[in-house]
């Protein structure tokens, strides 16, 4: 009985140790990239655009109960595109991001990283997850994707490098791990 108990506590602490290990990208199939993300708001083609809001967002500190969709540019350097298109240009981000917070910044970002160029041509990453805007780094989930991407998993980590002039900037790391292949 004694030597059941001590194999049953050494897997359970097995598990736990296995749980609480540190992640290693080279090491569990994890691919790592950046893009950056290019929120044009203002100028004659904006490429995130409001279409919803409720009666009290124009009362709102945070814009609370707001709606924006967006067709962003995605390109591989951090350089300002004025929604022209880039030679940097890899992809769009198309969705939607509506603020969901009363408190803080904090968007509900739902929203396809669609690539047209590079390595990553015709494939796609899905993003869900929630973006407090004012923190230096935010985390979201990879919860799909198609292509080189399909039944993907993974993590984005956003941070923002510009944020001027009618144009937001934000870095993208991309963590994804493809679905193994059948």
């Known amino acids: ?21 540190p992640a290693s990208a080279a090491n569990d199939g994890l691919t790592k990239f950046k ?18 809001q409720a009666a009290s967002t124009k009362g709102s500190s945070t814009f ?18 004025g929604s022209a298109k880039s ?17 803080t910044f904090g968007l509900l970002m739902n929203m396809n990283f669609v690539f047209t160029a590079g390595d990553y041509k015709g494939s796609s990453l899905t993003i869900y997850g929630r973006n407090e805007v004012l923190s230096a780094v935010r985390e979201m989930s ?8 399909r039944m993907a998993r993974g993590y ?15 870095e ?3 963590y994804v791990k493809p679905a193994a292949s059948a």
């Open 35 to 52: 893009v950056y993300f290019h929120d044009v708001l203002a100028g004659k083609s904006p490429t995130a655009i409001r279409i919803a």
């Open 172 to 174: 993208y790391t991309v």
């Open 87 to 103: 030679k940097d240009e890899v992809g769009r981000a198309q969705g939607t991001y509506t603020f969901a917070d009363q408190a």
């Open 64 to 81: 609370f109960g707001a709606m924006v969709a967006i067709d962003d540019p995605l390109t591989t350097t951090p350089a300002v595109t």
């Open 1 to 21: 009985m004694a030597a059941k108990a001590a194999l049953l506590l050494l897997c359970a602490a097995a598990a736990v140790a296995a749980l609480l290990a």
């Open 156 to 170: 984005v980590q956003a941070s923002t490098v510009d944020n001027g002039a009618g144009e937001t900037v934000v």
């Open 142 to 149: 990879i919860v799909g994707g198609t292509g080189k991407f």
